[in-house]
């Protein structure tokens, strides 16, 4: 029962610092299963690109975005 609660535990807190990357499963799993080292690889991840694709040159922008700022294109 112990062990279960301390895995839990350490999976919570890869969940906390993947969250803030929009990671939080996949810290939550690396924590579970490799603890600390799980946590230090969520650490180093890259933060998830939310947005929207530019339907001229397919790269990632803003949501709020009206033109893209790499193509310089109006988005509708």
Known sequence: MGFLILFLFLGLIGYAIGSGKGRGT???FLGLFLGFIGWIIVACLSKVETGIMCPHCRSMIDERATVCPK???QIK
């Open 26 to 28: 996949e810290g939550f």
């Open 71 to 73: 193509c310089t294109r």
